[in-house]
């Protein structure tokens, strides 16, 4: 293979990332907080962060999981319900303990069963938010039985996100890892903002059943067909600052996910050398730092981080599963995303 150059880029930000707690949060956001500057950290923990005093703590149990002398900031966001209160929600906006909000259709995915039943329910929220200027964040899915899996994005862009745009002209959207060719032309079309995901530009939904039904490739949304996947690829390597990186790394422990299919999967130990393997091979290296580092901090109004990194062009063999310790005892193992391939950069 030919060699090719080192690459020096601003640190990247996740701009979407599943972080658990307890345990598991404390074996794995180091994969996290050693390789990005920030993190907006979702809010759909078994007891989901719906308060300013529960994000506090949430944010406390991150910052005490991570080492001291490490600059990583956990951006807090407050999980959307049908009663969630203007008044918390704004205070917790202006007094900067959330970043943003999340809004999960109720039943939509993890730990989604708090969410919101009736998005006209909480229009009010949004009328809030379009005139603080907080982003609000979404899982676009519809959860109606009668429309499929593999089309419940469209859906809920037609039935839902179209109407929203149309009554908060003004709202900072962000529609979250998405999945179809749909969803990025309405992204352009509209001028709203999208995360991308390293595994939704690496699978098309053909993976989930390799060697009979594969659990390690479900995740929700769903991965689509490969004309999806082709868009998703031409969106994130074309420079567009409507698009940008957010790894939607979602862990499980081994059990859990090899036996129950939980949706989600874990790609933060490998999320960057994954998102450059796509690039490189779209001869489009020159745009990675600015999906990875420039657009996200661009649309929250941030400054890009100070600290750089290097990435490595060289070859390695992605480990199987971490190992999950409680104390120095082995509680279990998370399988990793891309386990038993080989990845061709490496951080520095």
Known sequence: MKSLENLIIHKPDDWHLHLREGIILKNIVRYTSEYFGRAIVMPNTKDPITSIKKAILYKKEILDAISTDTKFEPLMTIYL??????????????????????LYPANATTNSAYGVKDIKNIYQIFET?????????????????????????????????????????????????????????FVQENNIHA?????????NRNAMFFGGLNSDFYCLPVAKREFNRISLIKAATSGNENFFLGTDSAP??????????????????????????????????????????????KFYNLEPNQEKITLVYDSFKVDDCIEIFD?????????????G???NWRIL
Not at 195 to 203: D, K
Not at 327 to 339: D, L, M, P
């Open 341 to 343: 391939e080989r990845l």
């Open 252 to 297: 499980h422990m081994r059990e859990w996910k090899a036996f129950c299919g939980c949706a989600g999967i874990f790609n933060a130990p490998v999320a960057i050398p994954s998102y450059l393997q796509v690039f490189q091979e779209a001869n489009s290296l020159d745009k990675f730092e600015a999906f990875a580092s420039l657009n996200g901090p």
């Open 129 to 185: 938010m379009e005139s603080i200027g907080m982003p609000l964040l979404i899982h676009g899915e519809v959860t109606d039985p009668q429309v499929d899996i593999f089309d419940r994005e469209a859906v809920f862009i037609d039935r839902e996100l179209t109407p929203i745009i149309k009554n908060f002209p003004k709202l900072k959207v962000v529609l979250e890892h998405i999945t179809t060719s749909f969803a990025v032309d």
């Open 195 to 203: 995360t991308i995901t390293p595994h939704h530009l690496h699978i």
């Open 327 to 339: 104390s120095e005892n082995v509680v279990g193992k998370i399988k990793t995303f891309h386990a």
């Open 81 to 102: 319900t049908d009663v969630t209160s203007k008044d918390e929600l704004k205070k917790g906006y202006e007094d900067k303990v959330f970043f943003a909000a999340k």
